[in-house]
T-cell receptor, first 114, second 115 residues
Framework: IAGITQAPTSQILAAGRRMTLRCTQD?????MYWYRQDLGLGLRLIHY???????GKGEVPDGYSVSRANTDDFPLTLASAVPSQTSVYFC?????????????FGNGTRLTVT | AQTVTQSQPEMSVQEAETVTLSCTYD???????LFWYKQPPSRQMILVIR??????QNATENRFSVNFQKAAKSFSLKISDSQLGDAAMYFC????????????FGTGTLLAVQP
């Protein structure tokens, strides 16, 4: 079934540790995104990539980095996790950065930083 | 900067009744898209309906319809004949039609459906 796969589903992480959240899509979408969801704040864009080889900063990029070495994968790395990064993280993709193509979401990763 | 506001943190509706969720947005752009997403307890984000700003006709998808008031920058979601499965968090979202492509979400409305 075509879609977006995120891993892990959930994770408890000690503060200061490094963590990479994985995101893979098999729809050959050009644009990919990382959001974090926090109660009362909705979803906020962390980083995005319009096409393989390019990335951009969203609303809340500090403490996170991304890479887009190929079309399918868009990992999100927390270099040194802090408790404020406790959140649910969603990866999403679209066929193209512009136009009417809808946004597809993964099922999210629940991350707890202790 | 574009913003999306959902002023109703929680709403409740009786099964088979109709409920309207409010959303307002702020933008200086003329070309943009608006969306409603549903997030049930499973955490999955599901696209409910979308509206292109250049279209005057309100979008409809089965029991879901929108009231798009471009001048007032309002984009409300009406759910008719509410069902227990409609219980979820609903997010309104805005996307600029140009090169920036960022999707901006509201803070969500938690809808409860009473049997």
């Amino acid at each position: 079934i075509a879609g977006i796969t995120q891993a892990p589903t959930s994770q408890i992480l000690a503060a200061g540790r490094r963590m990479t959240l994985r995101c893979t899509q098999d729809m050959r979408h050009n644009a990919m995104y990382w959001y974090r969801q926090d109660l009362g704040l909705g979803l906020r864009l962390i980083h995005y990539s319009n096409t393989a080889g390019t990335t951009g900063k969203g609303e809340v990029p500090d403490g996170y980095s991304v890479s887009r070495a190929n079309t399918d994968d868009f990992p999100l790395t927390l270099a040194s996790a802090v408790p404020s990064q406790t959140s649910v993280y969603f990866c999403a993709s679209r066929r193209a950065p512009q136009g009417e193509s809808p946004l597809h979401f993964g099922n999210g990763t629940r991350l707890t930083v202790t | 900067a574009q913003t999306v506001t959902q002023s109703q943190p929680e709403m409740s509706v009786q099964e088979a009744e109709t409920v309207t969720l409010s959303c307002t947005y702020d933008t200086s752009e003329s070309d943009y898209y608006l969306f409603w997403y549903k997030q049930p307890p499973s955490r999955q984000m599901i696209l409910v309906i979308r509206q292109e700003a250049y279209k005057q006709q309100n979008a409809t998808e089965n029991r879901f319809s929108v009231n798009f008031q471009k001048a007032a920058k309002s984009f409300s979601l009406k759910i008719s004949d509410s069902q227990l499965g409609d219980a979820a968090m609903y997010f309104c979202a805005y996307r600029f039609g140009g090169a920036t492509n960022k999707l901006i979400f509201g803070t969500g409305t938690l809808l409860a459906v009473q049997p």
